[in-house]
């Protein structure tokens, strides 16, 4: 879904949730609807997500591109090639690479890799990334060795939000971690301490 894919920027889950059952109780999750909406009003729908306003923007530059370039369909978007339609997406306000993908991945069914906070904390914790390292960096390990299928793809998506979300959080829980034997960061955490 591209509103979830906006709404997810800097928030949780469960508070995008509550923004798109807002959305989605004024029948107001197609392209043409979010258009239609006036901005105090779609802010209002998505303040549960946080950034209101910039998001509300957001989706309504994404509505706008979706009615201009595919009619509002936007099961056409997955016919445009992967690389195009990713740098087209760019070019909308508020689209980054995260998000870009997100949509590429999820409902274009495109065979992208989405690198999110999750993944790149994971590469870091594990030293196969530098902490501060390039988005494409991040992409390309995992891209690198995996097969291109986006099948694959989402579900190591998924896998790494939840090893994020239950283990590998800002403040990891490694005595517990299924890597701990390949994790450097998690062999040190749970180490003896010298006496």
């Known amino acids: ?35 239609v909406l006036g901005d105090d ?11 209101y306003n910039a998001k509300a923007r957001k989706l309504k530059a994404l509505a706008e591109f979706i009615g201009a370039k595919f009619d509002d369909d936007i099961g056409s978007m997955a016919h445009v090639e992967t690389g195009i339609m990713r740098a087209q997406l760019l070019q909308v306000y508020g689209i980054g690479e995260e998000t870009a993908d997100d949509i590429l991945l999820y409902p274009l069914g ?4 989405v690198i999110d906070t999750y993944a790149r904390r994971l590469l870091h914790r594990l030293g196969l990334a530098p902490e501060a390292g390039s988005y494409a960096l991040y992409q390309n390990l995992f891209i690198r060795h ?14 790494i939000v939840r090893h994020g979300r239950e283990t590998c959080q800002k403040r990891p829980v ?20 010298p006496t």
């Open 1 to 35: 879904m591209m509103v979830g894919a906006v709404l997810t920027q800097a928030a949780s889950w469960t508070n995008v949730e509550k923004a798109i059952a807002n959305l989605k109780g004024v029948n107001a999750l197609s392209p043409k609807a979010l258009r």
């Open 41 to 51: 009003e779609l802010a209002r729908l998505v303040y549960p997500s946080g950034y």
């Open 110 to 113: 495109k065979p992208v890799f």
């Open 146 to 159: 995996l097969a291109e299928d986006r099948e694959l793809y989402s579900e190591y998506h998924a896998l």
């Open 174 to 193: 490694c005595s517990g971690c299924c890597l701990l034997d390949v994790c450097p960061t998690g062999q040190a955490a749970v180490a003896p301490s």
